[in-house]
């Protein structure tokens, strides 16, 4: 049974709007959980870490939130440009520590238009 | 430089054939992954490296093996690959913390 899910599926916006993506999950105990950015081809670049039980991070364009007692967590990205065009992916660790086990996420793939 | 390099970056086999993946990291990391990225599936871990020859397995190791043999390199084979298991391998490193985990930039397997 798939842990961690990510909606929307898909996501087309044009340049310059925000957008917000989604991450639910049922992964216990959930330590952290990251946000990875994907291009097409590439590997995944971490963007963002949450931590605490409620929890807020701002990386650029790209803020996060997290609330371990909904567990929940919003990807916002401000003013998108079309490099923002890549999958996200909603990773949840079991541990805050290498030992702990990385619970992936399908991803949402954001398309940005001109 | 703090990157993880794989090799190679494209790759075509026939079924049946061997297959060896590798993977360095520039870090020192003791921890080291390989992942599969299937279409509509979060990646799945094969195999996870503590550390030099401390290997275990992942959720999905059938048809696979690993070998670490040096803290910076973390091969994954393939014997007699099948057709199923085509797809996209990741390594990984992390430190110790797992606060910092890098991401090779992949390896897209075909077996035909």
């Known amino acids: 049974k798939t842990q961690v899910e990510q909606s929307p599926q898909s996501l087309v916006v044009r340049q310059g709007e925000n957008c917000v993506l989604q991450?639910?999950?049922?992964?216990?105990?959930?330590?952290?959980l990251r946000w990875f950015k994907q291009d097409t081809g590439k590997g995944l670049v971490s963007l963002t870490v949450?931590?605490?039980?409620?929890d807020k991070t701002s990386n650029g364009r790209y803020s996060a939130t997290l609330d371990k007692d909904a567990k929940h967590s919003t990807l916002h990205i401000t003013a998108t440009l079309l490099d923002d065009t890549a999958t996200y992916i909603c990773?949840?660790?079991?541990?805050?520590?290498?030992?702990?086990?990385?619970?992936f996420g399908a991803g949402t793939q954001l398309i940005v238009i001109p | 430089d703090m990157k993880v390099t794989q090799m190679p970056r494209y790759l075509i086999k026939r079924m049946g054939e061997n297959v060896l993946l590798e993977c360095g990291q520039d870090?020192?990391?003791?921890?080291m992954y390989w992942y599969r990225q299937d279409p509509g599936l979060g990646l799945q871990l094969i195999y996870i490296s503590y550390d030099v020859d401390s290997n275990s397995e992942g959720d999905i190791p059938k048809g696979y093996r690993v070998s670490r043999k040096k803290r910076e390199h973390f091969s994954l084979i393939l014997d007699s690959a099948k057709t199923n298991q085509t797809s996209v391998y990741f390594c990984a490193s992390s430190s110790r913390s797992g606060e910092r985990l890098f991401f090779g930039h992949g390896t897209k397997l075909s077996v035909l």
């Open positions: 990773v949840v660790g079991d541990r805050g520590s290498a030992l702990g086990r990385l619970h």
């Open positions: 991450c639910n999950y049922s992964v216990t105990p959930d330590n952290h």
């Open positions: 949450l931590v605490d039980q409620k």
């Open positions: 870090m020192s990391h003791e921890t």
